[in-house]
T-cell receptor
Framework: AQRVTQPEKLLSVFKGAPVELKCNYS??????LFWYVQYSRQRLQLLLR??SRESIKGFTADLNKGETSFHLKKPFAQEEDSAMYYC???????????FGSGTKLNVKP | EPEVTQTPSHQVTQMGQEVILRCVPI?????FYWYRQILGQKVEFLVS????????KSEIFDDQFSVERPDGSNFTLKIRSTKLEDSAMYFC????????????FGEGSWLTVV
């Protein structure tokens, strides 16, 4: 069965420190991986998708098929990065998304 | 930038009552979804809708649930007889071809069943 695992419920870092939010997945085919972010009391917003290989707000994520991971990284965290981050997987063709349980990132001043 | 909008933002209802949650997807989107998130738990898929019919539904989406696209803009989720365990945040989402399978979420409707 498809599964997305985010092992950390809470990650606290100081401003300016590097941050890595872990995401592992289990799927036998070729999934599409996404990161969504949810700022306090706001909607889930698309942050990154692996197919576009872009950097948004300084965040990057590389799909590692060998390790079945899609970790989200940022070299220098900012206080405004504090939010819930969800890793998600879909099989494409607008099939349903499978979400991880989310990691709350807290960037301290 | 167009957004998915949902109403109500919060509804409190008594157990056994019917609830309708409303969504206005982004106007040129053709794929519609409902997800829910029980407090402290994962975002879970409920149902997907395309071409005026359900394309997939989860085991959560039982006979108490139904979806409808009554006109060209709204997409509704109806819960016929609410149970306490239906208390959750319900997210509507939509997507379109050419957006790389990306779906866009509304702000959610928080349902509390008492």
């Amino acid at each position: 069965a498809q599964r997305v695992t985010q092992p950390e419920k809470l990650l606290s870092v100081f401003k300016g420190a590097p941050v890595e939010l872990k995401c592992n997945y289990s799927y036998s085919g070729s999934p599409e991986l996404f990161w969504y972010v949810q700022y306090s009391r706001q909607r889930l917003q698309l942050l990154l998708r692996h197919i576009s290989r872009e950097s948004i707000k300084g965040f990057t994520a590389d799909l590692n098929k060998g390790e079945t991971s899609f970790h989200l990284k940022k070299p220098f965290a900012q206080e405004e990065d504090s939010a819930m981050y969800y890793c998600a997987l879909t099989m494409g063709n607008f099939n349903k998304f499978y979400f991880g349980s989310g990691t709350k990132l807290n960037v301290k001043p | 930038e167009p957004e998915v909008t949902q109403t109500p933002s919060h509804q409190v209802t008594q157990m056994g009552q019917e609830v309708i949650l409303r969504c206005v997807p982004i106007s040129n989107h053709l794929y519609f979804y409902w997800y829910r998130q029980i407090l402290g738990q994962k975002v879970e898929f409920l149902v997907s809708f395309y071409n005026n019919e359900i394309s997939e539904k989860s085991e959560i989406f039982d006979d108490q649930f139904s979806v409808e696209r009554p006109d060209g803009s709204n997409f509704t989720l109806k819960i016929r007889s609410t149970k306490l365990e239906d208390s959750a945040m319900y997210f509507c989402a939509s997507g379109r071809q050419g957006s790389g399978n990306t779906i866009y979420f509304g702000e959610g409707s928080w349902l509390t069943v008492v």
